[in-house]
């Protein structure tokens, strides 16, 4: 019997991640959160000199990566740790996202990752939030979300989250980052950022994480899944 997968796609700032926790929260699954193996592997690259645009050297350096995902106890996030270093605070940094971004457009790079994320898939289900979850990585899934939200909106919850951590952002530089990383994401030419073609649609720009999680449960009943 096939694993079941359900993935929950989207840029940056929707409400992805929340969203993964809570539903395999609720289901007892299993989760995976792709965005943050390009960030650890962006990081790596930056710790051992490896240039983000080394595509050879970076698929050498994905393929040993040291990397560990532990739930946090209250299963509020993740905590990741890298080469036994917990670099999970590092990794929320724009900038991060932004080196995740540009070395996640090599398709050498992608590939390397693709076998570490399908191992995700394990009993007795898995919840994979991402960019190309349900166009690529799991296009089996047996149902795909896609989020969304406007750019103003997701660079105000990134605003607050950065400000509650303690870190240092500036609103306008976060419009503009998150429009540009958009931007690079839906125009490369592998796994570009697009719901798939039968993926759910959710606007989370005005709606709260409860009702996001509502109309995915709702979906889920009606189709008896």
Not at 62 to 68: E, F, G, I, R, S
Not at 121 to 126: K, N, W
Not at 198 to 218: E, F, G, N, Q
Request: glycine share 6%.
């Amino acid at each position: 019997m096939t694993i079941p997968v359900i993935t929950i796609d989207g840029p940056g700032g929707v409400g992805k991640g929340t969203v993964c926790l809570r539903l395999a929260q609720h289901l007892g699954w299993h989760t995976l959160d792709s965005g943050a193996m390009y960030r650890v592997l962006a990081l790596a690259a930056q710790q051992h000199s490896v240039r983000l645009d080394d595509e050879k050297a970076l698929v050498n350096l994905a393929v040993d990566l040291k990397v560990n995902f532990e739930p946090l106890a209250d299963l509020s996030g993740t905590r990741i740790i890298l080469e036994g270093q917990d670099v999970s605070l590092v990794l929320r940094a724009e900038s991060s996202g932004a080196a995740a971004s540009k070395i996640a457009a090599l398709p050498a790079v992608r590939e390397a990752l693709l076998g570490r994320q399908r191992a995700f898939r394990q009993a007795p289900g898995l919840v994979a939030d991402g960019r190309d979850m349900g166009t690529v990585v799991f296009s089996d899934a047996l149902l795909k979300v896609f989020l969304t939200a406007t750019v103003e909106e997701r660079a105000n919850r990134r605003y607050k989250q950065l400000k509650e951590k303690g870190i240092d952002a500036k609103l306008d530089d976060l419009v503009a980052e998150i429009a540009d990383r958009d931007k690079r994401d839906m125009k490369r030419s592998v796994a570009p950022l697009q719901p798939a073609p039968d993926a759910l649609l959710i606007d989370t720009t005005i709606i709260s994480v409860d009702k996001v999680m509502a109309r995915i449960l709702s979906v889920l009943e009606l189709r008896n899944l």
